[in-house]
């Protein structure tokens, strides 16, 4: 069955970097993209970027500068990258499949998530 | 940016009531690109409804989507105990993806 799980830090100091491993089973990271989407109380769901199935990427404008999604189809393995975080990353992190033909832009499957705090 | 705002941001019933919750977009939003996610406390969204109006695989018939345009909505004929969660609507009509606030259904 599709399966996404996640492995991170949970705690991560003011300015340092947040690094998520996504991996996949069930499915091919070559014929599926994974998203990326965080959730904070504050600002509920938030879409954050997505690797496409053919290795290319696009991301949210609001964190182009400090974010980088890649993968390594052999692994089934996606990783998920954020620079200069602050208090205000603080959330927890999702990577999601892209849905199949028949959910256009939707995300099919998710990862259990991974709870990150941003302090020192 | 395409906004959506969902309302109410917290609604309660009594099983067997007819619920309806609504997603607004602040711009039009082709219908199949509009869906909804369910989130239990403590658990990851799933996909509950696609494209308006199809239900995700194992979701029961009891509910249902429809709208177009700038205007969505989420009913669930007769409520049950299980469906307390919060309802998330999301969108694609360009980047970045975008989501709703959330209907959180209480059940009385």
């Known amino acids: 069955q599709v399966q996404l799980k996640q492995s991170g830090p949970g705690l991560v100091q003011p300015s340092q970097s947040l690094s998520i491993t996504c991996t996949v089973s069930g499915f091919s990271l070559t014929s599926y993209g994974v998203h990326w989407v965080r959730q904070s109380p504050g600002k509920g769901l938030e879409w954050l970027g997505v690797?496409?199935?053919?290795?290319?990427?696009d991301y949210n404008a609001a964190f182009i500068s400090r974010l980088s999604i890649s993968k390594d189809n052999s692994k089934s393995q996606v990783f998920f990258k954020m620079n200069s975080l602050q208090a205000n990353d603080t959330a927890i992190y999702y990577c999601?499949?892209?849905?199949?033909?028949?959910?256009?832009?939707?995300?099919?499957?998710w990862g259990q998530g991974t709870s990150v705090t941003v302090s020192s | 940016e395409n906004v959506l705002t969902q309302s109410p941001a917290i609604m309660s019933a009594s099983p067997g009531e007819k619920v309806t919750m609504t997603c607004r977009a602040s711009?039009?939003?082709?219908?199949?690109?509009l869906h909804w996610y369910q989130q239990k406390s403590g658990a990851s969204p799933k996909l509950w409804i696609y494209?308006?109006?199809n239900l995700a695989s194992g979701v029961p018939a009891r509910f249902s989507g429809s709208g177009s345009g700038t205007s969505y909505s989420l009913t669930i004929s007769s409520v049950e105990a299980e469906d307390a969660a919060t309802y998330y609507c999301q969108q694609y009509s360009g980047y970045p993806y975008t989501f709703g606030g959330g209907t959180k259904l209480e059940i009385k």
């Open positions: 690797i496409w199935s053919g290795g290319s990427t």
């Open positions: 494209s308006t109006s």
């Open positions: 711009s039009s939003v082709s219908s199949s690109y």
């Open positions: 999601a499949r892209k849905g199949g033909s028949s959910y256009l832009y939707a995300m099919d499957y």
